[in-house]
């Protein structure tokens, strides 16, 4: 069965005034895949992401989801950033059906997705908590489920468990494989952490610093769960480490 691309982004280009941001880009990313961006700080990863979304105008070029321009009203597309964007005056189940409700999805349905997702992420017990009374780790959790209840065809990341300690971004790490491997939706996945990239993506792009082009892409082929302490995981590690260090 022959691939399907999900994002197709052509030649594009960004410029803030005088300043070129993103040079002459292009890469595809295949329906289903978890593909991980990587680059050296400032270099414009989140001026990509922004430009997935439609929020930045793209100089030239194309970005197509599906074979389409992007369009928000059409595409099934969630955003999620570094902050907690959970609402503090709604409680964890009415946060994760959110989406849902915007959408205008039947009760019904509504209830059943937000059900299971929150039996996904381990949540069901704190259904009736509110934001302010959540860890750190069970407020990404809410923000994880109410991303997945609404089905997206494309999920984008931006350093999201950046402000976490190890042990917690680990277990969200290899519950987030779990979500996906589930539901088959596309991933794209920014990181500045290149261990965290070598454990969650299928596929590693390198960015070189600004102007920002492509520089190579990795492929990551080792089943999950992934040993951190594997040579061949460390191995990868390193050389996507030298080619960020020497951009």
Not at 65 to 78: C, M, R
Not at 101 to 119: F, G, N, S, V, Y
Not at 188 to 212: C, D, S
Request: aromatic share 8%; net charge negative; proline share 4%.
């Amino acid at each position: 069965m022959e691939e399907q691309v999900k994002v197709k982004v052509d030649h594009l280009t960004k410029k803030f005034d005088q300043l070129l941001v993103l040079d002459d880009i292009s890469f595809n990313v295949m329906k289903g895949e978890f593909l991980c961006i990587v680059g050296p700080t400032g270099c414009g990863k989140t001026t990509l992401l922004n430009s997935l979304t439609g929020l930045y105008q793209a100089t030239s070029g194309s970005i197509l989801i599906n074979g389409e321009p992007v369009d928000l009203k059409k595409h099934n597309v969630s955003y999620i950033f570094q902050e907690y964007s959970t609402m503090p005056w709604l409680n964890v189940e009415e946060n994760v059906a959110y989406g849902l409700k915007l959408k205008h999805t039947p009760k019904d349905i509504m209830k059943e997705k937000t059900e299971r997702m929150l039996a996904l992420v381990g949540l069901t017990a704190y259904r009736d908590y509110y934001p302010g009374e959540l860890s750190a780790s069970m407020l990404q959790r809410v923000v994880i489920a109410r991303a997945f209840a609404t089905e997206p065809e494309l999920l984008l990341m931006d350093e999201p468990y950046g402000q976490l300690d190890i042990e917690l971004r680990f277990h969200l790490e290899d519950e987030l494989i779990r979500l996906w491997k589930e539901t088959g939706t596309t991933v794209i996945f920014i990181t500045h952490n290149i261990e965290e990239a070598v454990y969650l993506g299928q596929r590693i792009m390198v960015l070189t610093n600004k102007p920002t082009k492509v520089k190579e892409n990795v492929m990551c082929e080792m089943p999950w769960p992934r040993d951190i302490a594997a040579p061949e995981f460390i191995a990868l590690r390193n050389r996507v480490t030298d080619l960020i260090k020497w951009w």
